[in-house]
């Protein structure tokens, strides 16, 4: 039983390029979430989904585009990496069982630099 | 809109003292209320959560904390801080679909 896991762990983009970060987790769990982490900050969310096929604009969704074809993976699309896009991006999934009091369990992160 | 203040940056105590990290909230409503923990490098581990009933709750690694919404404050503590609780800790407060996250207190131990 691995959790969630993310790759890549680093990454370093050009401006103007696009990547996927990648999200899976083994749990069967229904909710799965995009954060990311800026020096100094709290944790944003960019986008959650509740289940395949359905997905949901968080408090920081510009630059950004999600899909869950499956249960297990949700990946984090950039599309045209900008330098405000520099930083740590965690995914992190949930039961779903009680939406508000569910435990999220994180993956260790992705670092991302855009030069 | 809800929102979390950590007003501690960074707080260093020895191994063996008590350990206070403060959390105010603003929320609209009967807030569900969370605290994470960090370790260098990986992702956030829920140490505990409140969202009703009694307004200690009790959680992993030998942390408490305790809801008071005459001052909207939800603080951690432990009695006694092992050298292994060094990290970063998160307050939250929200739905997990709006969880809006302080901007942490990072702890320092001293042997």
């Known amino acids: 039983n691995a959790g969630v896991t993310q790759t890549p762990k680093f990454r370093i983009l050009k401006i103007g390029q696009s990547m996927t970060l990648q999200c899976t987790q083994d749990m069967n769990h229904n909710y799965m979430y995009w954060y990311r982490q800026d020096p100094g900050m709290g944790l944003k969310l960019i986008y959650y989904?509740?289940?395949?096929?359905?997905?949901d604009k968080g408090e920081v969704p510009n630059g950004y585009n999600v899909s869950r074809s499956t249960t297990e993976d949700f990946p984090l699309r950039l599309e045209l990496a900008a330098p405000s896009q520099t930083s740590v991006y965690f995914c992190a999934s949930s039961p779903g069982a009680s939406v508000n009091t569910d435990t999220q369990y994180f993956g260790p992160g992705t670092r991302l630099t855009v030069l | 809109a809800q929102s979390v203040t950590q007003p501690d940056i960074h707080i260093t105590v020895s191994e063996g003292a008590s350990l206070e990290l403060r959390c105010n909230y603003s929320?609209?409503?009967?807030?569900?209320l969370f605290w994470y923990v960090q370790s260098p490098g990986q992702g956030l581990q829920l140490l505990l959560k409140y969202f009703s009933g009694d307004t200690l709750v009790q959680g992993i690694k030998g942390f408490e904390a305790e809801f008071k919404r005459s001052q909207s404050s939800f603080n951690l503590r432990k009695p006694s801080v092992h050298w292994s609780d060094a990290a970063e800790y998160f307050c939250a407060v929200g739905g997990n679909n709006d969880m809006r996250f302080g901007a942490g207190t990072r702890l320092t131990v001293k042997p």
């Open positions: 989904s509740v289940g395949a096929g359905i997905t």
């Open positions: 929320y609209g409503a009967t807030p569900y």
